[in-house]
């Protein structure tokens, strides 16, 4: 609901290219769109209602602008779902927290909203194709929707045909993980949040070296995906890696040759989607 929801908005909007403006949809809808002052209290953004004006504050205590983005949408999101402004805004103003484990169905929907405004699928994986599968992919696509490196890899995720799977973590310590469809078709167990990074993982080598993930570097390597996923056969893996700066964590991508959905590599179809996997459904405001 939340895909279709942005879909038409997007339509509405006249919107065509990357990257979505949702400053300029907030304006067209005439809601006031300004940064909030009051420093880091864990609020990402709100959204108030005042008789028939509604306003949009969003954080800057990160000073990212793709999680500036996110939260805009994320508010927008509560402006255009279907009975999300009777439901949160009865006392005239709802405050949303960038927390990432958040199980709030509103909150859930708004970042499923969020996403697909600033990603929306089929334009999302046109331009995909213009890049290598995996980290160099991700890398683009966050460049070219002016999202954060985490919410385009886990739209990429969620699109991509190919069997991929990303990690964040943070010292040595799995944050969260999602992987594609593909991946999903055979039994590889979970790799859960808390988990200790594979010893023998390019990540973790990777990351004892702080000076990696404070000036974005990036690295590559070989592995196999049973190192990462329990359950998992011994198949060959791509390792790519990125340190995200400030941020402190580091992004894995794992791609499996090996499986694959089809030939073809990715889903451009308008398909709705089935069900959301929960981990994704989280990952996405991370950052
Ligand atoms: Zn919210």
Excluded at 56 to 67: C, D, M, R, V
Aim: glycine share 8%; proline share 5%; aromatic share 8%.
């Amino acid at each position: 609901m939340a895909e279709r929801t942005a879909r038409q908005v997007l339509l509405d909007h006249g919107v065509v290219s990357l990257p979505v403006d949702p400053f300029a949809i907030a304006a067209a809808c005439d809601i006031l769109v300004e940064p909030k002052p009051s420093a880091n209290d864990g609020v990402s953004g709100m959204l108030i209602r005042l008789g028939e004006s509604f306003g949009i504050l969003y954080a800057t205590h990160i000073p990212s602008e793709g999680f500036q983005r996110f939260s805009v949408s994320h508010e927008l999101g509560h402006y255009f779902l279907a009975g999300h402004p009777e439901q949160l805004l009865a006392s005239g103003a709802h405050a949303s927290r960038a927390n990432f484990a958040s199980g709030d169905p509103y909150e859930v929907e708004a970042d499923m909203f969020a996403a697909a405004l600033l990603m929306p699928r089929t334009p999302f994986m046109m331009a995909a194709r213009a890049f290598d599968d995996g980290l160099d992919a991700i890398v683009g696509l966050s460049a070219q929707c002016r999202t954060s490196l985490t919410a385009a890899a886990v739209s990429y995720v969620r699109y991509s045909r190919c069997a991929v799977a990303i990690v964040q973590s943070l010292d040595g310590v799995v944050e969260f993980c999602a992987v594609s469809d593909a991946l999903k078709t055979e039994p590889i167990g979970w790799l859960r949040r808390g988990a200790p990074l594979p010893p023998s993982s390019l990540t973790r080598h990777f990351a004892s070296d702080h000076a990696n993930i404070d000036h974005a570097r990036t690295g590559e390597g070989e592995g196999r995906l049973s190192d990462w996923f329990s359950r998992a056969q011994a198949h060959s893996i791509r390792e790519e890696v990125i340190g995200l700066g400030r941020f402190g964590r580091v992004l894995t991508v794992l791609h499996c040759p090996a499986i694959s959905l089809s030939a073809d590599g990715y889903d451009i179809d308008d398909k709705d989607e089935a069900e959301e996997d929960v981990m994704e459904r989280w990952a996405v405001r991370f950052h």
